[in-house]
């Protein structure tokens, strides 16, 4: 643990003198990455925001405007329905994306218009009918 820089002492030389502390304790050694240039730069192209971007990706995280997130959660729904095992399920899937289209619907959130509107479950479900006959 480190120690808290004295009053009187300058920030930059206690700074300094931490880190060449450390380094001769060897803490620095055996650094993932170590002696490897920065991820992007291999292109010419430096992005500021590379640690940002990477730790999003690790994490399974991305950041889209609600009504994007919505229209691939929508994709998604119909999807899941299209492979669902019961009609009950289609509809409940289908009824369930439904409300939140409707909620973005009048009650619009920053970002890109939505361009969708709910789906219509009977449609939904004679088409997952009519797939799951030619099954």
Known sequence: MTERKPPGVDFESWVDKQIREADKRGEFADLPGAGEPLPGEMDGTYDELWWVKRKMAREGFSV????????????????????????????????????????????????????????DVEEVVRQWRERRAER
């Not at 609600?66 to 409940?92: G, I, Q």
């Open 64 to 119: 889209l405007p609600p009504t994007l997130a919505l229209r691939k959660e929508a994709e998604d729904a119909l999807e899941a329905a299209a492979n669902a095992p019961s009609e009950r399920v289609v509809r409940r899937i289908v009824e369930e994306i439904n409300v939140k289209i409707r909620d973005v619907m009048f009650k619009p959130p920053p970002g890109p218009p939505l361009g969708l509107k709910p789906y």
